[in-house]
């Protein structure tokens, strides 16, 4: 099993920054993709960023710019940086990874217990 451990979310006022941090630890075998994920009231989960073994990135269009991810391999950590908030960023984000683990020689996908973003406009 892999256990994902976020930590950063918080209140900012928009036009702010906050920075998210994810440490995924357990019988990891290996990691594939790393990423956020972000579900705001009332709407689904949507992707934010995500980052491959390979060193790709993916952002959704709403972020571009704005936050970038980067990723730690030797330390299983994922963290966003977060910039130019606005109210429409405020959501609960969701740290995700893929990975094979001493159980499963297969990749499974694994989710953070996921941290509050809220912006103040």
């Known amino acids: 099993q892999v256990q994902l451990v976020e930590s950063g979310g918080g209140l900012v006022q928009a036009g702010g920054s906050l920075r998210l941090s994810c440490a995924a630890s357990?019988?990891?075998?290996?990691?594939?993709?790393m990423g956020w994920y972000r579900q705001a009231p009332g709407k689904q989960r949507e992707l934010v960023a995500t980052?491959?073994?390979?060193?790709?990135?993916n952002y959704a269009d709403a972020v571009k710019g704005r936050f970038t991810i980067s990723r730690d391999n030797a330390r299983n950590t994922v963290s966003l940086q977060m910039n130019s908030l606005n109210a429409e960023d405020t959501a609960v984000y969701y740290c995700?990874?893929?990975?094979?683990?001493?159980?499963?020689?297969?990749?499974?996908?694994?989710w953070g217990q996921g941290t509050q973003v809220t912006v103040s406009s």
């Open positions: 980052f491959t073994s390979g060193g790709n990135t």
């Open positions: 995700y990874c893929t990975a094979r683990t001493l159980r499963h020689n297969r990749e499974y996908d694994y």
């Open positions: 357990g019988s990891i075998l290996s990691i594939n993709v």
